[in-house]
């Protein structure tokens, strides 16, 4: 079966969707688009380009799109402080949404959504990218093989040197007032929380913006979590250093087991196994045994569209629908409520408080 989609969003990390992320589905015959709105009508030309639209399938106004355009789902690719707009328009008509992260711009804006989904009974999911990229999953895949014993605790580091204006891409990176955490660590302390296998109970974060950095808000971040099954994490963030050690794609992530340490390290994966006879001899990253990344056709945001799609025909809801990914963008405000306050947060009350503010705005309380 092949599904009408609306492209909502055909500028930046539009293209992106026009380009690559929704032609192998339209190759599969999954999806058609039937129409792309984008307020500048320039980045239109990418829907016409890549996906082939005629111009007048093509919108500025999103509301005569979606009521000349009937479609099964639609996707939300704008930045995340007009996300909550898209969806109240795609639940007036009845259409199922994905979104690219975070949920909104806000804790409260975020559950909001999640609210107004559950009770239009449609179908939303989010695209965490990175946690569905090949390397993360190979070394989500070893440690759910059990074959490494107990795991005790988690190491991230992402780190760059996009300092100057514009260099993170979209002008308004460098203007939110949390940049790194809406924009980067959502995918991040996501990838953590994933890797661990359980909520985060409890989480501390400072965050800050050195004076080289240009940015409107928080460019760095160090984060520790604790999550309800007993691991622990840590997490570096930096998009205003002198170098990028571990940027885009390139994370390091160390995880360390009962009986092995493994190290992801700019797309490679390396195993130490506990040797108690060598255990006065010490070793090197890049000296482990190398293990083989995952094979399959499709992967990050490609894969997660499937994933949508199988979701629409019935099948098991995708890993980040709307509701669970309440969890991932728990962890973004948490974070940045507890560097503004300096106290640990307990993650999961903070989150339900937010719920029910958010249904109590909803019920006209």
Known sequence: ???????????????TWCSEILPPHIEDGLVEVVAAVDLDAGALTNAQEYLGLAPERCYTDIHRAFAENPADFCTVVVPPTFHEDVVDVALAHGTHILSEKPIADTMLGSCRIAEKVARAEVKMGVTMSHRFDRDKTTLRSELRSGAYGELDYLVCRFTNDMREFNDWGAVFRHQIIDPLMVEGSVHHLDILADLAGARCDTLFATTWNPRWGKYGGDSQGLVTMLFENGVKASYEGAKTNAVGLNGWINEY??????????????RQIERFPHRPEERSVYV??????????LEQRKWTDVWLVEKFIRWLGGGEPMETNVADNLQSVALI???IESSRTGKPVAV???????REEARRSLDGA
Request: charged content about 30%.
């Open 253 to 266: 992530i160390r995880a360390e087991c009962e009986l092995a340490t493994l190290i992801m390290d700019r």
């Open 284 to 293: 090197r990253e890049g000296e482990g045994e190398v293990v083989p990344l």
């Open 333 to 335: 405000f948490s974070a």
């Open 348 to 354: 999961q009350a903070f989150l339900e408080k937010a």
């Open 1 to 15: 079966m092949s599904y009408k989609v609306i492209q909502v969003g055909t500028g930046g990390r539009g293209k």
